[in-house]
């Protein structure tokens, strides 16, 4: 997904619900849309509050018997100016409070769920606090900044007894469930190989200057467990993806949507090799992910997952097929574009196209009603894991410039201490995950 808008036009509960009536009639209006009873309240609290944060806080605030409760941000403006965008939707008696600590809500008892939609650094810290609160956690992608806080957070929804949730949508789209019924089925026989794509048209970051901390900016919160840095001009809101210290590059960003659909298809888990290619080659700039990077998974079975991402350059519009992810099998292929797919045959034909239904509203729902019935998580924390772990591990091997071997069973690198150095960070002093 691109840079989602701060100034998106706040929308009503009504309207947000007539915009994806398609997508809950696709999942035969479950239970979980219907009005609860009173005593099923869900109080959520929001942490960051830019276009992501935004988004969610409009879709949980869209369900019925659901109420935000918080706003936070270490940038008050936005904490403020989300708190204001909920409290003028129809149905809403009072906006939530707005707040620059996060940790304030956490002693709330009354708050049941946090939703985690900060820079990546702090995705992992934030759910493991949240779940030793006694709160269950929608985190954004990706679940966490390196792959031992995937595992904290394993251990902690375990510890806890806590629903984790990452916002991984696709897993809830009616299309994709869909076409990936089908490949379980059999459509194409044998699935082996699915390929992954994203592109992009960013622009140069440019080289930052040191400046002043903005005044309404909680920087050293915003750092968190990283350590600590003198504040730049290019670094927030949005390029702290491209930081090491903060975000995992666009492979993280990005590519986790399809690598999870890729995992998924094939049935796959850990990958037991990974070799990644690329670097920074559009600009000369501060950017230290990669722009353009090619990665390869395989995993059990004979079978390959890759990933191409191109973060300054679409491809041609003369494309003869562009698509998210397309699956290889004995029988044919299956392309997903969106939330729809098409299956060909083995010469490339197209057999036929099924349109499918998106929206972020059926994913929180699913969340609400795991706390609230006991259904399954569609993308729960263990599964979560893994898809992120893959792009850990390509990062790894893109720093490294060399391939890594895993163990299928946990994903740890094999025969590898300098690689394995990078299983974990360095933390600021005093702020190390605890599970």
């Given at each position: 997904m691109t840079r989602a808008s701060e100034s998106s036009t706040v929308s009503s509960r009504r309207q947000i619900l007539r915009a994806t009536t398609s997508a809950v009639a696709a999942l035969a209006a479950p239970s979980w849309l219907r009005a609860e009873s009173p005593n099923s309240r869900i109080r959520v609290a929001i942490m960051g509050t830019g276009g992501r944060g935004m988004a969610l806080a409009l879709r949980f605030a869209a369900h019925s018997n659901t109420e935000v409760a918080y706003t936070a941000d270490v940038d008050l403006d936005r904490a403020g100016r989300a708190a204001e965008a909920i409290g003028k939707l129809e149905g809403v008696s009072r906006p939530p409070v707005a707040i620059g600590d996060f940790r304030r809500f956490l002693d709330d008892d009354t708050v049941d769920v946090v939703v985690v939609a900060?820079?990546?650094?702090?995705?992992?810290?934030?759910?493991i606090q949240a779940c030793a609160a006694g709160k269950h956690v929608y985190v954004e992608k990706p679940c966490s900044h390196n792959p031992w806080e995937g595992e904290m957070m394993v251990a902690a929804a375990g510890k806890h007894n806590r629903r984790v949730q990452m916002g991984n949508q696709r897993r809830s789209w009616s299309g994709i469930r869909q076409a990936i019924d089908e490949l379980h089925g059999g459509v194409i026989g044998r699935p082996y190989l699915a390929q992954a794509f994203y592109a992009a048209n960013r622009p140069s970051i440019g080289r930052g200057k040191e400046v002043a901390v903005l005044p309404r900016l909680n920087w050293d919160l915003w750092q968190g467990p990283a350590p600590r840095k003198p504040f730049r001009d290019n670094f927030v809101h949005y390029n702290w993806h491209w930081f090491w210290d903060w975000g995992n590059g666009e492979l993280g960003n990005n590519g986790v949507h399809a690598?999870?659909?890729?995992?998924w298809g094939l049935g796959a888990g850990y990958p037991i090799r990974v070799d990644s290619a690329g670097g920074r080659y559009r600009y000369d700039d501060d950017q230290e992910t990669p722009d353009t990077q090619v990665v390869s998974f395989t995993v059990d079975g004979g079978r390959t997952i890759t990933w191409q991402g191109l973060s300054c350059n679409l491809p041609p519009e003369t494309a003869?097929?562009?698509?998210?992810?397309?699956?290889?099998?004995?029988?044919?292929?299956l392309a997903i574009l969106g939330s729809s797919y098409t299956v060909f045959d083995e010469a490339g034909k197209e057999l036929r196209t099924q349109r499918g239904d998106g929206g972020e509203i059926i994913h929180t729902g699913n969340l609400l009603a795991a706390i609230r019935e006991g259904v399954s998580l569609a993308s729960d924390i263990e599964e979560a894991h893994i898809s992120t772990l893959m792009c850990h591990l390509g990062n790894i091997s893109q720093r490294l410039h060399r391939s890594l071997h895993c163990d299928p069973t946990n994903g740890h690198i094999v025969d590898d201490a300098e690689a394995m150095k990078l299983w974990k960070r360095q933390y600021e002093p005093g702020w190390e995950p605890r599970v």
């Open positions: 900060t820079s990546n650094h702090w995705h992992a810290p934030a759910s690598l999870d659909v890729c995992r003869s097929l562009r698509a998210d992810v397309i699956f290889y099998g004995e029988k044919g292929s």
